[in-house]
């Protein structure tokens, strides 16, 4: 059914073989920097009255435990929070706290200074000089944390609003085929990036599927009423030549609600009502809108990748609806381009390895960064008491409230220092080449039919776009290769490359009840030898079995 021809395909089992260019680059939510890829479940994904005839390798996604609807709110790989300052504050953002107290040492030296006369004696100026330093560096503190947070750990997902609900609607006109792929990739979207709720619609506004957490009023309205309330506040919006002119690179992307408000959107629907982080992505006469209700929630290029992907993959197979004259002047997305053909459009782990700026300089100097607070507080306290001793003899009045200035900013500073320290636990993944000793490759099985063959090359562009995979290989239980994409071993130094092959690990992943395996470092694993046709370099393995209802089939990583 699968691969046409007749051939009975599916009772077969697949496997994914995934490699990474660092090590611990598939690690769980423990290792740092992780790209772990979560399948959500077809099947639960539809209404009851759609008959299950996936198509290709949307069927074949894992059937996890029934997701949690409030609980699933994380997606760090770290659990390192870089806040001085742990107790709530109302109307405070404790992680700017640091910042705050700088600013008000600052405020107290210049106060201190205008209140201390004409007399002032060289210990009160150097009791300044370390404070006025000790000041500016907590100042410094939040940003660089910001910067520290990117550089070490996926962005955490923010929770949904109190009082929210889940829902899902899906258009009744659509075919059985499309209803399943567009359950499938609305549910993907959600458990793979930050955001609350995915609406897909048409250029016209017309409501295609929509899933995620609404408002009460409106999650209580799931199938064609939710669809009807999403399509009644999205379609006057869409339809405007601003909404047109802001997309005229195929997508949206703002941030904070004033950048929603700036690009014309209404704040007043409930779709968009709590928004505060939007991006959309158009690809022909699909509108991809994945919206979150906390700000900053999708500034990672690896969120908005995903959602790029899924717009594409749903322009393909979604009937075609043709473009007023208005829409194709002010889209200048070719066809091309929606398929992901040289777009020149950079992946997201390009744009996170050219990062620019304070993120760039923080990434590259890590261990530095971490130990600077601590570098910085511990001999500011030395030289203030080294002052104080040694001035005994000038203590002034202005001179001991610069030192106690001075001391809590010091404080802060060791306390930051103490608690990024603590945050040093995983190893740091070690870039390494894998290009030495291999060559690029795309090859699908000949028996493949041209939907399968599409499908299986759009997962490898997904996972080579939104993750830092590096290579990917799907065999059957029999051993034959469906897939083999990315960098693979050259044999004998020659042009050929080794073929993907099975071996005690992947005939574990196999077995009935068989779970996959991890290995986050395959250089020291014994079982190495049975991945032999990935290049030599090769750090982390992800072998993973996919099923379909009872039986299991095709794969994914």
Known sequence: EMMGSGEAWLPFVGLVLAHLASSSSLAPRAVRGGNGI????????LPSSIRIATPALARLAPRPAAPRRATRVRSSQSDADYAVIRFKIPGVDETRLPGYLGFVGLISLAANRLTSGSDIG??????EVIALTMALACMALPSIADALDDATSDQERPKPLPGSEQAFGISESLPDDAKIE?????????????VHRVILTRIDGTAIGARGFFRPELATASGPSLLSSVEDELRSVVGTQGFLESAKEGEILALDRRKIEALGLSTDGLALGDAQSVFVSLRGSVVLWAISDAPQALKRAKDRAWGRLLASKLEGVLPRVELTEDQRKSLVVSDQESR???????SASQEGESEGGLAALVKENLALVRAAPLAIGFPGVIA???????????LTEGTTQADIAGFALAITLILSGLIWSDAVQPREPVPVSLLDDSSPVLSVAPAASSPVRAELEWAWRSLADATRCKSLAILTREGEVLLEAGLLRKRGGGADVERPRLGDIVERAMAPGGRGSYI???????????????????????????????RRAGGAA
């Open 182 to 194: 567009t359950a499938w990739a609305l549910s993907s979207l959600l458990s793979n990036a930050n």
């Open 340 to 346: 992901g053909e040289g777009s020149g459009r950079r």
């Open 38 to 45: 979560r399948l959500p479940p077809v099947a639960s994904s």
């Open 122 to 127: 060289e210990a009160q100026v150097r009791s």
């Open 520 to 550: 986050p470092n395959l250089q020291l694993n014994s079982g190495r030898g049975e991945f032999a046709y990935l290049p030599e370099k090769t750090q982390g393995v992800l072998v993973k079995p996919i099923t379909a209802g009872r």
């Open 384 to 394: 203030l008491a080294l002052n104080r001793l040694t001035g005994i003899d000038q």
